[in-house]
Structures are given as structure tokens and as C-alpha cells.
């Protein structure tokens, strides 16, 4: 089965090197985590003037059975690949560690009676 996934590019030309490699981080992640409904990556330059480098940021979420999850990294255009990579990395923690938090692994300290 598909999960839906969709990319969107703000501001700049749409690059198929860069909705590739989104493409196969969403993939790898729908695979590790079987409870992701549908995803969107959006890739922009923001609208501001920055006096070094060009800015660009990379923001995703993700749908999934109880809710969704939103990763938000900034990086250049320099290192847009890197850019996009960590966006994932910063969304695969969030998955992990809310997967930790439904199975239960995370200890809740009892609250102090006063």
C-alpha cells in the first residue's frame, strides 16, 4: 500500500534530486513506523532579507494514528540535501520518542502529595 505523500516547493524551482531523497526518507520512515497515514514535505526560502547565505527551510508532517507530528529545520541552499536530511532526523526523534511514550517505556514520576 501507498501513503500519501506530498511535496511542495515555496519560492524556488522544483528540484527532482531533492523530492527524491524527501521521498526516500518518507519511505524508510512510513516502513519503520506502520501507523503513518500520509505526510507532507514543504521546502521554501523564506521571504525575508538575510545578509550571508541563502536560508532555506524544510518543514514536514506527518499523520499518524492518534495524531501527527511536525519536524521544522532551517538551513542554506548550499546545503540543501543536509537541510532536508536533518529535518528527517529531527522528525524520526519526535516518532521515537512518541512511540516510547505509547508503548508505555516512559516513566511517569507520581506526582509529590503536598
Do not use: N, W
Request: no cysteine; aromatic share 4%; charged share 30%.
Amino acid at each position: 500500500m501507498s501513503i500519501p505523500l506530498s511535496i511542495e516547493f515555496r519560492h524556488l524551482e522544483r528540484s527532482a534530486a531533492l523530492e527524491q531523497l524527501a521521498r526516500e526518507h518518507f519511505a524508510a520512515i512510513a516502513e519503520r513506523y506502520g501507523d503513518v497515514l500520509r505526510g507532507r514535505v514543504v521546502i521554501d526560502i523564506p521571504q525575508h532579507r538575510q545578509h550571508a547565505g541563502k536560508p532555506l527551510t524544510v518543514g514536514i508532517h506527518i499523520a499518524r494514528r492518534g495524531g501527527g507530528l511536525d519536524a521544522l529545520h532551517e538551513g542554506t541552499q548550499g546545503a540543501a540535501y543536509a537541510t532536508v536530511r536533518d529535518a528527517f532526523d529531527a522528525l524520526r526523534r519526535q516518532l521515537d520518542d512518541d512511540t516510547r511514550i505509547r508503548r508505555g517505556d516512559v516513566k511517569h514520576h507520581a506526582e509529590d502529595a503536598l
